[in-house]
């Protein structure tokens, strides 16, 4: 059965990192784009940025670019989203998202709070 398992989500300081990770099963990881998307409370889910099948082509939603980075590990069915520089209106849930034609996966999210 498919699964996405987000990790790395938790509290840090403005300015600070994390990492999260997020490790697929149940398909063909490196077939599929994969994405991480954002719902803050009371917004809709947002896109944060996305990665080829392959790995070598990745986009950024326009208040991440130069703080956030999405990397992948075909080997390891894993994709990555490196956060740097954090603001307390990054403060959401961290969402995993795998697409391939009509294949359209979520994880159940990992919270990413940041506060002093």
């Known amino acids: 059965q498919v699964q996405l398992v987000e990790s790395g989500g938790g509290l840090v300081q403005p300015g600070g990192s994390l990492r999260l990770s997020c490790v697929a099963s149940?398909?063909?990881?490196?077939?599929?784009?994969m994405r991480w998307y954002r719902q803050a409370p009371g917004k809709e889910r947002a896109l944060v940025a996305g990665?080829?099948?392959?790995?070598?082509?990745?986009n950024y939603a326009d208040s991440m670019k130069g703080r956030f980075t999405i990397s992948r590990d075909n080997a390891k069915n894993t994709v990555y989203l490196h956060m740097n520089n954090l603001k307390p209106e990054d403060t959401a849930v961290y969402f995993c998202?795998?697409?391939?034609?009509?294949?359209?996966?979520w994880g159940q999210g990992t919270q990413v709070t940041v506060s002093s």
């Open positions: 998202n795998a697409r391939l034609l009509t294949n359209n996966y």
């Open positions: 990665i080829g099948s392959g790995g070598s082509i990745t």
């Open positions: 149940g398909f063909t990881f490196n077939r599929y784009t």
